[in-house]
């Protein structure tokens, strides 16, 4: 084995543990209340890291057994075998430390294990302005994953990437206003994890959180969360995955004026 692979395996080794660990504390977090909008935002993020990471296992095949077991862990399955529904939040975590466990077991393995591809470094994006100081460095890492993803033409996966980023920094700002201050921009009634994405950000532009950036999402992005709750590999176009990205910078400079 060279030291250049060798170095890579150890990074890899090193990254997927960390996931693991946090794979836990979101199980955990879920466990506790599974509609707290921080632990969902959390555990969305972290699914996004985890198919960054499986994505370059892999080497960006799709038909990897890797990739195919992570496609897997969001689907229901029937008696039959047969893709139903999505799964449990809780459930689709689990399966997803398992396939964490088994990427750990492959790296040993030299007979038609993973394919570890080299990425291009990212310069990191800070994200202190998200008052959720725990989402920071899952933050800074998903979006420096999302740009590596554009770069390598996964442009569903960079797609998800930016959404998942855009509604946690947003429900993070909406949350730190409070209802009750929200009300007054309309807001509906109910937790704000009840709200659906667009509702998300059409209360934070009402409420002068954000500005009119939104209005440029794709109908892609907008459908983000049911494209990754079906578990349905969707075409994503370079288009539509480069307006979610930029979006996404777009209110993040609105979110961090000082910037």
Request: one cysteine or more; glycine letters at 8%.
């Amino acid at each position: 084995m060279s030291e250049s692979l060798e170095v890579q395996i150890k990074n890899f080794a090193s990254r997927l543990d960390g996931l693991i660990r946090r794979g836990h504390q979101v199980r955990d977090a879920l466990a506790k209340d599974s509609s707290n909008p921080s632990a969902i935002a959390a555990t969305r993020a972290w699914q996004e890291e985890c198919g960054v990471a499986i994505n370059q296992l892999s080497g960006g095949s799709k038909a990897h057994w890797l990739a195919r077991s992570f496609s897997d862990a969001f689907l229901m399955r029937s008696a039959a075998g047969h893709a139903t529904q999505g799964a449990a939040p809780q459930e689709i975590v689990q399966r997803l430390l398992d396939v964490l466990a088994q990427a750990v077991a492959a790296l040993s393995r030299e007979d038609g294990g993973p394919v570890i591809i080299a990425s291009s470094d990212v310069p990191p994006r800070r994200f202190e302005f998200v008052y959720n100081t725990e989402l920071r460095q899952v933050l800074e890492q998903a979006y420096a994953d999302g740009r590596r993803a554009l770069e390598q033409g996964d442009y569903d996966l960079a797609l998800r990437t930016s959404c998942g980023i855009l509604e946690a920094i947003v429900t993070d700002a909406l949350e730190h206003k409070g209802l009750d201050a929200l009300a007054a921009s309309d807001a509906p009634a109910g937790k704000i994890a009840d709200w659906s994405f667009d509702m998300r950000l059409e209360v934070a532009e009402k409420a002068g959180l954000i500005r009119g950036g939104c209005a440029r999402l794709p109908a892609a992005a907008r459908a983000y969360r049911d494209h990754a709750d079906s578990g349905r590999e969707v075409a994503v176009s370079e288009r539509d995955a480069r307006l979610a990205a930029q979006v996404l910078n777009v209110v993040m400079r609105d979110l961090n004026p000082g910037r």
